[in-house]
T-cell receptor, first 112, second 112 residues
Framework: EAGVAQSPRYKIIEKRQSVAFWCNPISGHATLYWYQQILGQGPKLLIQFQNNGVVDDSQLPKDRFSAERLKGVDSTLKIQPAKLEDSAVYLC??????????FGPGTRLTVT | SQQGEEDPQALSIQEGENATMNCSYKTSINNLQWYRQNSGRGLVHLILIRSNEREKHSGRLRVTLDTSKKSSSLLITASRAADTASYFCATDPTSGTYKYIFGTGTRLKVLA
């Protein structure tokens, strides 16, 4: 079974630029999560999708972050404009039931 | 905000020894999970324990849950160098939403 795919793996941008991350979950997984993990901390949930609907986005900075999940499969997370404090690893996870999450390798974002 | 707080923050042991890490959380939970994160990689699910369970085993892993104290512990027996990683607990504080909150993590180093 193929795992969760994310791209790009690494991205370096300047502050005020925009960036987008892509996630392809495991086939058939209805729930998809985006997390932000700052160095030395645990992952922080940004947004949770159930199929193509948003379940929770209470911690998503909506003035600069946006996310969508097209047709309940792939998802993109966008940051516009980026700030220095957005430097982190962005993790995508999917789950068939909501119990166990399967994580992708993450995208490491550096904002200079 | 972080729901779970792991301690110790860092742990260094010799190969063959047992490693114990603890997680404390703040609100009632539906279940608690432990994840492992190797350096530079995504998280891997280790074990899930439900709120009505007190102990669970999986291979060399043993997890306990004390809901009265709002705490859990993860024991890794006969540790190996490959166990070197960060370990996170994740709690589902609201039944049915599968919105997990991760703790701050314990960095385990197993010396060969």
């Amino acid at each position: 079974e193929a795992g969760v795919a994310q791209s790009p793996r690494y991205k370096i941008i300047e502050k005020r630029q925009s960036v987008a991350f892509w996630c392809n979950p495991i086939s058939g997984h209805a729930t998809l999560y985006w997390y932000q993990q700052i160095l030395g901390q645990g992952p922080k949930l940004l947004i949770q999708f159930q199929n193509n609907g948003v379940v929770d986005d209470s911690q998503l900075p909506k003035d600069r972050f946006s996310a969508e999940r097209l047709k309940g499969v792939d998802s993109t997370l966008k940051i516009q404009p980026a700030k220095l404090e957005d430097s982190a690893v962005y993790l995508c996870a999917s789950s068939p039931t909501g119990w166990e999450q399967y994580f992708g390798p993450g995208t490491r974002l550096t904002v200079t | 905000s972080q729901q779970g707080e792991e301690d110790p923050q860092a742990l260094s042991i010799q190969e063959g020894e047992n490693a114990t890490m603890n997680c404390s959380y703040k609100t009632s939970i539906n279940n608690l999970q432990w994840y492992r994160q190797n350096s530079g990689r995504g998280l891997v699910h280790l074990i899930l324990i439900r709120s009505n369970e007190r102990e669970k085993h999986s291979g060399r892993l043993r997890v306990t849950l004390d809901t009265s104290k709002k705490s859990s512990s993860l024991l890794i027996t006969a540790s190996r160098a490959a166990d070197t990683a960060s370990y996170f607990c994740a709690t589902d504080p609201t039944s049915g939403t599968y919105k997990y909150i991760f703790g701050t993590g314990t960095r385990l180093k197993v010396l060969a």
